[in-house]
């Protein structure tokens, strides 16, 4: 009896969260469909539902100029954060060299500190070094606040890979990179997925920095169109605002189910001992 009354209460607290955590979205999603442009009448479940919000986002505002430069910063940074992060990690974790543990120390304290505590910093650096306005300098800004964290993640889940198979390989004349290329980054896969989807993440939904690096209309990612686009003295369509928020987050969606015994693996991994 007491295990099924505590079954019954984990059951009915799940309940509770799912209720919690989905309502809010499928108020976004009725929202998207709701014939008017207010909140007064917005609903999970919109009379009249129609299209005309996910028309008028595409044809009347530059959502989709602000799709395709939240989509180029979010792969650069998932490509840059990836490679640098495995080869850092593999080299702390594999390779003795004078300042490794400050190093390392180092880096622990950098990841304890977000990054816009440094914004300010940053922002004198674009501007000295003609950066300011620039999608690529945002995506490097994304993958050096994200590397500390990564790299930890890397080091870790290397040192729990065999060293044996390095020792073969070097026996066999392998030098170092043909290690990590061909032994080392295949057996790092389930970490590789896990930080490629959360460096895509970041930077795709991020708001701070490109509020403060980017300036002109043409650069704008989404995160910078949709707050525009509810923040407008002479317009405040929260309706097309709802339809942007859920075209956003499909490939996020997406990703996510794909990819999700990837990222269990490597989110287990990561937080393994090294």
């Not at 442009?37 to 505002?61: C, I, K, M, R, W």
């Not at 950066?131 to 500390?148: C, E, F, N, Y």
């Amino acid at each position: 009896m007491r295990d099924g009354l505590t079954d019954t209460l984990i059951h009915l607290l799940l309940l509770v969260v799912a209720v919690i955590v989905i309502f809010p979205l499928l108020w976004v999603v009725g929202s998207s469909f709701g014939p008017s442009g207010g909140l007064a009448n917005a609903s999970p479940v919109p009379e009249n539902a129609t299209f005309d919000n996910y028309v008028h986002l595409f044809t009347q505002t530059n959502y989709g100029r602000w799709y395709l430069n939240s989509l180029y910063v979010a792969v650069i940074n998932m490509v840059g954060s990836v490679g640098l992060s495995a080869l850092c990690g593999w080299v702390f974790a594999r390779i003795r060299f004078r300042g490794r543990k400050a190093s390392m120390l180092g880096i622990l304290i950098l990841q304890m500190f977000p990054s816009f505590l440094t914004a300010i910093a940053v922002y004198m650096l674009f501007l000295n070094f003609g950066l300011l306005d620039s999608l690529t300098g945002l995506a490097l800004v994304s993958i050096a606040a994200a590397l500390p964290y990564n790299t930890w993640l890397m080091k870790g889940y290397t040192d729990n890979l065999p060293a044996s198979l390095d020792e073969a390989a070097a026996l066999d004349g392998a030098g170092r990179l043909t290690i990590f290329r061909k032994i080392v980054l295949p057996l790092m896969r389930p970490m590789l997925t896990f930080v490629a989807i959360t460096s895509f993440t970041v930077p795709w939904m991020d708001f701070i920095l490109p509020r403060l690096l980017l300036q002109s209309s043409g650069k704008q990612t989404v995160a910078l169109g949709l707050f525009q686009m509810i923040t407008d003295q002479y317009s405040n369509d929260f309706t097309t605002f709802a339809a942007g928020a859920v075209v956003l987050a499909v490939p996020i969606t997406i990703l996510y189910i794909a990819l999700q015994r990837h990222l269990v693996t490597g989110a287990m991994a990561g937080a393994e001992k090294g």
